[in-house]
């Protein structure tokens, strides 16, 4: 994908909220890999993330370490739609939610200075929630337009 000057430009003078903590791309990419080592053994989300990238984890680690170079770096390189992709996972819960940040609390705290991981951890958190009520929030008005013989 061609870059255009000021694209380049304004991609070098962002720093985002990270840069501040001490995080960089590095840190990040060591992060991202080592929470999904942990996601793949638990029990509890191994088989979600399993049955949903089966083949594709590569790709998966990659397009995370974009998502969160944005986050964190306003690098502007993530490109998708989180929401989109989670609703499309009817089995996932807040249980699910609440493993998932327990876990990526551990491995941030494990990896990162103490003030890049409470940043680490706060934003994840946000996005958590923001996804939880997004999804409920749609599973409701897809209950709501179904016709009540159809419940």
């Given amino acids: 994908m061609a870059t255009?000057?000021?694209?380049r430009l304004a991609a070098q003078?962002?720093?985002g909220?990270?840069?501040?903590?001490g995080i960089d791309e590095a840190m990040i990419a060591r992060v991202v890999h080592a929470f999904y080592v942990d996601v793949r053994r638990d029990p509890a989300l191994g088989p979600i993330f399993a049955r949903a990238l089966e083949g594709q984890w590569d790709e998966h680690l990659a397009k995370l370490c974009?998502?969160?170079?944005s986050v964190l770096l306003m690098s502007g390189r993530f490109k998708?739609?989180?929401?989109?992709t989670h609703l499309a996972l009817p089995d996932?819960?807040?249980?699910?939610?609440a493993r998932w940040l327990h876990?990526?609390?551990q491995t941030a705290t494990a990896l990162c200075p103490p003030a890049a991981a409470v940043l680490f951890i706060a934003k994840s958190e946000m996005i958590g929630a923001s996804l939880q009520l997004g999804m409920a929030n749609a599973r409701?008005?897809?209950t709501a337009t179904v016709p009540a013989h159809q419940h």
Avoid: K, Q
């Fill in 66 to 69: 974009d998502f969160w170079s």
């Fill in 4 to 7: 255009t000057f000021a694209d």
């Fill in 17 to 21: 909220p990270g840069g501040a903590v």
């Fill in 80 to 84: 998708g739609t989180p929401m989109t």
């Fill in 92 to 97: 996932l819960r807040a249980t699910h939610f």
């Fill in 13 to 15: 003078t962002r720093v």
């Fill in 103 to 105: 876990l990526f609390a």
């Fill in 140 to 142: 409701l008005r897809r």
